[in-house]
Each structure stands twice: as structure tokens, then as C-alpha cells.
């Protein structure tokens, strides 16, 4: 087990682990009611079905790694291109969807592959992979990576389940989001910040409220922000393209990730060091404007203060201040 795996086991953090495993449960929705398509699912969820579908990506795998880094890099044009290459991150992308597929296919059930994906098994599995595979390509403490290697798994997910019945790709997609998620969403220090609290600290009851909140947090600011800037043009397109509401409510989780990061330690040092440098890098080279990324993120700050008890509000808003002000620091000094 890995040192970090060590350090966490409280019941503050069980608990947390447990509001956060609901993120990934199988999303039951695209399929109709007809009996045929649930029975299709067991089929595909059997040993044999899992088998079949690992066998089936793991040939597809080499190539659309390879187009994920491609897509990345014409994303974010020529200033990626320095940072990566692209044939190390195409190879160590392609390891670590190796490694989703083996836990995948190991699954004891077709029960437990109707339930939830617990993180517990994949963060262990994923965390010494995912490290290495930042400093392969920057230097460890760059922040600027987590955007390249999370837009890269984004495009090579998209890539893969596109290839798969609609059975396949609910099953699969909770394990390739668990991935992305993990290298953008600090979900692991979250829980290293919360065990070193007392379980009736008022900053880790914010983040518990806070936590089971974050998806439709998240969804409710992106609706806003689609009426409000209905002619905002990035290079992927207007805000109500596909990929890019994809990526802005990743994204718009990935920022309450390390609010609630700051929260728990007292501090906004993860904030000043590697969220708004990776903004800073990010934003504009996909042609976001820092007006749509402040504005977003004031309409963050309104939601989560919403989202908790009113006798929490006064701390939690002090830490949505901080944040908002730290970001707009960045616009004058631009001006």
C-alpha cells in the first residue's frame, strides 16, 4: 500500500471517500426501458462480457492514445508542443488505460459492476502512475501539466467508448472519468488536509456539506454561464458545444476541489501555486477569456455558499473572498 494510502484511514475521510464514490456509479439513464437492453448490460458486465470488451479496447488503445496527444497539442496550438513528447505520453497514457482495464475485468461480479466504483482500488493503483506520468513530462512541481494530461485522457475516452455498444460504454466510462478526475481534482490531499482535523472542525463539516454538492454545483453554474455569454467563442466553440460543456464542468469541479483543499489546510498556497498558473496557461491558449473565467467563478462562489448551513456561511464565505480576489489580481496585472 502506498505511504499516502497510509495516512488517510479515519472516519472523517471514510466518510469522505464515501460521498465521493457517488460520482461514480453507473449512469442507468441512456438506457431505455426495454428488458433487451438491461440484459445486454448483465451480459456485458459477466466475466466473459468483461473480458471481451478489454480485449476489444486494448487493440484500439495504441492508436487513439496517439490521437488523444494530437488533438491535445492542436488544442493548445504550438505551446504545448515544447512541453511534451508526445510519443513518451502516448505510451505512459496508453499504461495507465492498460491498468483501468485490468481492475475493470477483475471486478468479482456482474452485482458489483451495477453498483459503484469505488475509488479506494483505482487512487492506489493510479497514484505512483500518475505522478510519474507528470514528471515525464514537466518538471514535478509545474502545475501545467494537470491540463495537458487531463484534456489528453478526455480526448482518448471520448475516443475509445465512441467504439463501444451503449452497454460497454456505461460500465467503462465511471473507470475513464475516475482518471481524469484523478489527475485534476486534488481529491487525495483533500483527505490528507481532513485527517488532520478533529471531526467537529467547522472547516471539514463545510467540505462533507459541500462535497455530495459539487456535480450539480458545477451543472448549475455552466447553465448560467451558457445564457449569460451566449456569443463566447473559444477554439473548441461556443459554450454550449458538447466538449466544452464537458470540459467547464470539469473544470468548475476541479476549482471547488481546491477550495475545499484551502479550507482544510488554512491556506491558499494550492491555489496561488498551481491552480491559477494552470488557468493562466490554460485559458488562453484555447481562447477562454478571463472575464468568462471570473464571472464563472463569482457564480461558483454563490453556489457553494448556498450549498451549505448558515452558520457556516461566514467561514466559508471568507474563503470564497480570498479566491475570488487572488484571481482577479491576475486581470491587473495582465492590464
Known sequence: MSNLSKEIHNDSVSL????????????LSTLKSEPTNFFELIECASP????????????????????????????FNAQSVSLLNTNQMAETIQFVYEKALDIYQQEPSPV???????????SITFEQLLTTLRQQHTLASDPRSIGFISTQIYYTSRLLLDQLSRSEQILLNPYFKFLEEQVCIPFQRVCIAAANLEPDSPSLTIVQQLLPACHDIAKTVYRRAVKLYTRHQSRRGTLSHPGVKASAIRDLEM???????????????AVEQEL?????????????????VQQMLEMLMDEVLASVEP???PILRSSALRMQYLFSEIEKKAS
Do not use: H
Not at 469522505?16 to 449512469?27: G, H, I, N, P, V
Not at 480485449?55 to 491535445?72: Q, S
Open 276 to 292: 491559477i498558473p494552470l488557468c493562466v496557461l490554460v485559458f488562453p491558449s484555447v481562447q477562454v477569456t478571463w472575464e468568462l
Open 16 to 27: 469522505l471517500t464515501k460521498l465521493w464514490s457517488d460520482r461514480y456509479l453507473l449512469d
Open 48 to 75: 466473459e462480457g468483461r473480458a471481451k470488451t478489454v480485449a476489444f479496447v486494448k487493440r484500439l488503445l495504441k492508436l487513439d492514445c496517439e490521437w488523444g496527444v494530437a488533438k491535445t497539442n492542436a488544442l
Open 112 to 122: 458489483s459492476a451495477l453498483t459503484v466504483v469505488m475509488p479506494d482500488k483505482l
Open 255 to 269: 476549482m471547488q476541489g481546491y477550495l475545499w483543499l484551502c479550507i482544510l489546510e488554512n491556506n491558499f498556497t
Open 311 to 313: 452558520d457556516l456561511k
